[in-house]
């Protein structure tokens, strides 16, 4: 069972070199207009709009055609999110901003306008994007400009759960590259969209590449720091960190300082540095992301009450933070209340259907039983493939959300090949979870064995984690230390997983019959 936690770090603000932090209300879109899409634009005129190449665009389309077989099998419910997506998906290979005879302008060929800037720091995702459109159209060599949209776009797919925004993100970056190269404001969006991608060892080589230019860079700092992690190299993390918070403190540090930190088994640490960063958020969007931080790390820890309070706190800063609503989800769930764990999560999928989301929405019906559950169940699982299917077509590596995802609730042969291609990428602790536990659904316990030891063996404490550790040492005859790992999971976050916890529950009612 996947706890749908694994990405949690990314839910972190981005940085912003004005000191701000770019805006990541994922309901903030283009104003009820798909900012990526050829037609009108802010001002009532015609978008000229780059094609897409063939190959690419005809990925896209199928990948497309997919999602919205599976929303209408979702009765229906996903169909406002397909329209979204489809009108984006079908130019994403473009910049969607337009030429209309202007490259021979003269250009500012510097930073976007300052009041372009305050927009994307003040939450207004869509205004911005749509003021920088129109900016680009006036000024097409302005570098900067070209750098914050393709910026711009990265947040908007991350936010919205619209991979489909990432080639365009590309685009505008390799623009903003073009006319001026190795600019360090595009090649630290290079180093974000990288990361947004699952490309984790380009991010890393992107923010480097950006912090000789400048070494104060936030943005870069903290996707330094987010590519290490990922990569599994926690002692450089921890160096990343600290460098990042001399050089840079603020929110989108603090966050990821104290994530390091968790990681690493120190959980005090981790409160007390996310605690003191609320103390010190000013804006909305950056006391719902602590907020968050902190329900995240009480829920994980079996505190779900607390967790109640910190995801309140988020949303009265941010009634539309998704990451807060999710994580209300799992602690109402937890706590019992599964009817409102249920249409908390309804809402939060059919804003952003990412797979954590997903998966945990079709265990909740499974748990559930009610007429028309177990379809409704299916449907959620189908849309995580198409979502899946949808991110490879923008370039993003979805292989660990596959491995997890399907290991419970699609093919195991293909889970497992999916934890195989992520393990050869990366040794973090969620890759080595998540192929310990792939393994295990295709019977091969004893290779999965040594995997779910290093998901554990540095000190974080993860629910999900000993779950998957204690079934597999159950299945290869090492009873009494399965015994220790599902009672460790159960007493740390009894919550961890309606499906989860039962069958831990179940596993060591048989092992203690067995004694």
């Known amino acids: 069972m996947s706890d749908g936690q694994s990405h949690r770090r990314y839910e972190t603000p981005p940085a912003d070199d004005a000191g701000r932090r770019a805006p990541a209300a994922p309901g903030a879109d283009s104003g009820g207009e798909d900012a990526g899409s050829a037609g009108p634009d802010a001002d009532g005129h015609s978008q000229d709009v780059e094609p897409a190449g063939p190959d690419g665009a ?8 997919r999602f919205s077989a599976a929303a209408r099998r979702s009765r229906g419910a996903r169909l406002t999110v397909c329209a979204g997506l489809l009108a984006v998906a079908m130019t994403a290979g473009a910049v969607a901003v337009g030429g209309g005879g202007n490259e021979g302008r003269a250009g500012a060929a510097g930073a976007a306008p300052a009041v372009v800037a305050g927009m994307l720091a003040g939450g207004e995702l869509g205004a911005g994007i749509r003021s920088l459109q129109a900016h680009l159209r006036a000024q097409p060599r302005d ?6 949209l393709g910026t711009a776009y990265v947040e908007q797919a991350r936010t919205q759960g619209d991979p489909s925004r990432y080639p365009q993100a590309e685009r505008a ?31 890393l080589a992107y923010a480097d590449r950006a912090l000789r230019q400048n070494p104060y860079s936030e943005r870069a700092l903290c996707s330094r720091i987010d590519a290490l992690v990922e990569l599994g190299r ?20 603090f966050t990821r300082y104290a994530y390091v930190r968790e990681l690493r088994g120190d959980v005090r640490t981790a409160r007390e540095v996310l605690r003191r960063a609320l103390d010190s958020a ?3 969007a950056d006391v719902a992301y602590v907020a968050t931080a902190l329900g995240q790390l009480a829920w994980n820890r079996g505190e779900y009450k607390t967790a109640l309070t910190h995801y309140a706190r988020a949303l009265a800063a941010d009634d539309g933070h998704l990451p807060a609503l999710e994580g209300r989800a799992r602690a109402q769930a937890a706590s019992g209340d599964r009817a409102g ?45 198409a979502w899946t299917a949808l991110a490879r077509a923008g370039g993003v590596d979805a292989d660990l959300d596959t491995a997890l995802a399907a290991a419970d609730h699609g093919d195991a042969g293909e889970a497992l090949r999916a934890a195989r291609a992520e393990w050869d990428r990366r ?86 019959a067995a004694r």
Do not use: C
């Open 282 to 284: 000013s804006s909305p």
């Open 234 to 253: 926690y002692e450089e993390a921890a160096g990343a960190a600290a460098t990042a918070d001399r050089r840079r403190p603020g929110v989108p540090v």
């Open 427 to 512: 040794h973090s602790v969620h890759t080595a979870d998540a192929l310990a536990w792939a393994l295990h659904v295709n019977g091969r316990d004893e290779e999965a064995l040594p995997y779910a030891r290093r998901a554990t063996a540095t000190g974080y404490r993860d629910a999900a984690f000993l779950y998957h550790r204690g079934m597999i040492e159950k299945a290869t005859g090492r009873d009494r230390a399965a015994r220790g790992s599902l009672t460790a999971a159960l007493e740390l976050n009894p919550g961890f997983s309606p499906l989860g916890a039962r069958a831990a529950r179940a596993a060591l009612k048989e092992l203690e």
């Open 143 to 148: 570098f900067g400009g070209w750098a914050a």
């Open 58 to 65: 005809g990925q896209r389309a199928g990948a497309l055609r």
């Open 341 to 385: 764990a249920v249409k908390t999560l309804e809402q939060v999928v059919v804003r952003s259907p990412l797979p954590g989301p997903l998966v945990a929405l079709g265990e909740l019906y499974e748990d559930r039983g009610a007429g028309g559950d177990r379809a409704k169940a299916h449907d959620q699982y189908a849309l995580v493939d």
């Open 173 to 203: 970056l390799e623009r903003s590259l073009a006319l001026e190269p190795g600019n360090e404001q595009a090649l630290a969006g290079q180093a974000a969209l990288a990361a947004a991608r699952h490309d984790f060892t380009g991010a």
